[in-house]
């Protein structure tokens, strides 16, 4: 392969790549294709943030909170915890960044608009997908089962748990593969109660989760490996074959005259408002779900002449999110932990799923299937902020998988434009009958297994004493018992879907668009189904494997 001149010499052409988003799936695309030896020009619509100000420090992150919510800049990503536990100025400026959603469907889209993108608040909880989630479709007959499975993914599964540094334990559960890790961390007292007494009384398995750890930065590590300045984009800039460029808000692809592949990139550079054009021999797609599908929607030729074709006339459609509710609940009479215990990806554990495997596990009422993540004795406040004391306190929260269905989906709303005059998405995405009789399910295990262990499903203001918060609280979609609205769980999925053929989906099982294969879709918009767990490792795997397959095909021409 020939590499393209440095941008100093004055090519028209100095990119071989340009890579869309510099979060979890951009950074690794970035690092992929340098490291096979590609120039790489990474564009990020957001700042580029130190590692200080981008992680903030309290008290100083809960007062600019309180700021953001007073004036409206972060009206809705409030209801999600992890707004709560991060520095507000890792969440979009609503003000900026609107979008619209039919009056009777809300959506809540929850944006990181900086360089790192939401990997810099992750949860870290990094599940592999089955083949029970791959296959689904050709189980059941509803919609499309994936072109890939989870042989294709695992190799690179595999490297970026170790890069990660993963901890679980090998369960050996069909339905939730077993991966590289490190030693699972410690159950707490309560937690192995939990474990016994589910098996006992519901036959029901409590693993331990699987993710990585908290950070605690120092001056030789400020980032967490977690994040992509942590460990992917810093390799990618190791390379010296990358540039990043913040502040470049990317409009649309320019298609080649006659179609068939795309040129460019044109993009609004945040700071000024002038427009520019970057071509590339290769166009990796990593905005993040929604925002990608907008991109597309806006290079179509429904749009603009000549523009992008979608032969499957799916593009936007099938738009997916993961279905969540939760409880909090006590125990009485459970040994403490004779050391504080972390919540986290690893700290934490799970009742994977355990229905609609197969004919055994068939449920009556709904298809697919869900996960509990589940903690006890992992967040307890100081002895006088415990409404209950010498009881355990845990929480249970459901995931489950969302059906995809034409009706959901992202449009373009060309009356309303943002702040940098492009157009809006308009997100129409509602629960249908089986994601309410998944729920239901989900909350009569929760109460199963609650009376199991001996406790009691309680509000959390029953639990702790909260006196500033309450009233927030009180008002938060997070303690509500009925499931949260689409989007609240932050796992959008959809919209550019893979399949084994341009009449059934957006991108083949390269994840290059049919309508240019030069474009590749490597972040959530490209999901034809999405299972129950959580899908940032499987995104970040199918990053990888279709940038190394692309860079592959640019060396041999």
Same mark, same amino acid.
């Given at each position: 392969?020939?590499?393209a001149p ?17 979060g ?8 992929v ?42 009206r809705?990503q ?8 991060h ?13 619209s ?12 608009r900086?360089?790192?993108g ?49 901890h ?36 029901l ?31 990618a ?7 990043l460029?913040?502040g ?7 298609m ?37 599908? *907008?991109?597309?929607l806006?290079?179509s ?6 523009g992008l ?23 009485p ?5 004779t050391?504080?215990a ?14 609609n ?5 068939a449920?009556?009422?709904?298809? *697919?299937?869900?996960?509990?993540w ?8 100081p !002895?006088?902020?415990? *409404? ?21 989906r ?12 492009l ?8 629960w ?13 295990r ?42 609240y ?5 959809g ?5 084994g053929?341009p ?11 049919w ?9 959530? !918009? ?6 129950w ?24 021409g």
């Amino acid at each position: 392969m020939s590499v393209a001149p440095s941008p100093t010499t004055g090519s028209a052409v100095p990119w071989d790549a340009v890579v869309v988003g510099a979060g979890a799936n951009g950074s690794v695309a970035a690092m992929v294709l340098a490291e096979a030896g590609l120039r790489v020009l990474v564009l990020e619509a957001g700042p580029e943030l130190s590692a200080r100000r981008a992680l903030g420090s309290e008290p100083l992150n809960s007062l600019r909170r309180l700021a953001h919510l007073s004036s409206g800049r972060q009206r809705l990503q409030r209801h999600h915890p992890g707004f709560w536990k991060h520095n507000p100025e890792l969440f979009v400026d609503e003000r900026q960044n609107p979008y619209s959603t039919p009056p009777d469907a809300p959506f809540l889209w929850t944006r990181g608009r900086q360089v790192g993108g939401k990997s810099l608040t992750w949860g870290g909880i990094t599940l592999r997908l089955s083949e029970a989630e791959f296959q689904a479709a050709r189980r059941d007959g509803h919609g499309p089962a994936w072109p890939i499975g989870s042989a294709e993914l695992a190799p690179f599964y595999d490297r970026l748990e170790t890069l990660l540094g993963v901890h679980g334990q090998r369960d050996g559960l069909s339905q939730l593969p077993d991966g590289q890790f490190l030693p699972p961390l410690p159950f707490t007292p309560g937690e192995k109660h939990l474990q016994g007494a589910i098996a006992r009384d519901l036959g029901l398995p409590l693993i331990h989760s699987r993710g990585f750890r908290l950070h605690t930065p120092t001056p030789a590590t400020p980032w967490p490996p977690s994040s992509a300045q942590g460990l992917s984009l810093a390799r990618a800039l190791a390379t010296g074959r990358v540039q990043l460029r913040s502040g470049a808000v990317v409009s649309h692809l320019e298609m080649a005259t006659g179609g068939g592949l795309a040129e460019a990139v044109v993009l609004v550079e945040a700071a000024s408002g002038r427009r520019e054009r970057v071509a590339a021999p290769l166009i990796v797609l990593c905005a993040s779900t929604i925002e990608t599908v *907008r991109l597309l929607l806006h290079s179509s030729d429904a749009i603009r002449r000549g523009g992008l074709s979608d032969p499957s006339g799916s593009l936007g459609r099938f738009l997916m999110d993961h279905i969540s509710t939760s409880r909090f609940f006590s125990i009485p009479s459970i040994a403490p932990p004779t050391e504080p215990a972390e919540l986290s990806g690893a700290g934490s554990c799970f009742i994977p799923n355990t229905v609609n495997l197969d004919e055994r596990s068939a449920e009556e009422g709904f298809l *697919r299937g869900y996960g509990i993540w589940a903690a006890l004795q992992r967040f307890d406040p100081p !002895a006088l902020l415990r *409404r209950c004391p010498g009881e355990a306190v845990g929480f249970l929260i459901g995931h489950g998988e969302v059906m995809p269905r034409a009706d959901n989906r992202v449009s373009l709303d060309c009356k309303r434009t943002d702040a940098w005059d492009l157009p809006i998405p308009h997100i129409d995405c509602r629960w249908g009958t089986n994601e309410r009789a998944m729920v239901a399910h989900m909350q009569g295990r929760m109460e199963a297994v609650v009376a199991s262990a001996g406790g009691r499903i309680r509000p959390i203001e029953e639990l702790f004493v909260l006196p500033l918060l309450e009233p927030l609280i009180r008002n938060s979609l997070a303690v509500r018992p009925e499931a949260r609205p689409p989007g609240y769980y932050i796992h959008e999925l959809g919209g550019a879907r893979m399949a084994g053929s341009p009449e059934a989906g957006v991108v083949d099982a390269w994840n290059r668009c049919w309508g240019a294969p030069n474009v590749l879709v490597t972040d959530g !918009a490209c999901w034809p189904s999405a299972g129950w767990q959580s899908p940032t490792l499987t995104e970040m795997a199918i990053t990888w494997r279709a940038c190394a397959a692309a860079a592959d095909r640019m060396r041999r021409g």
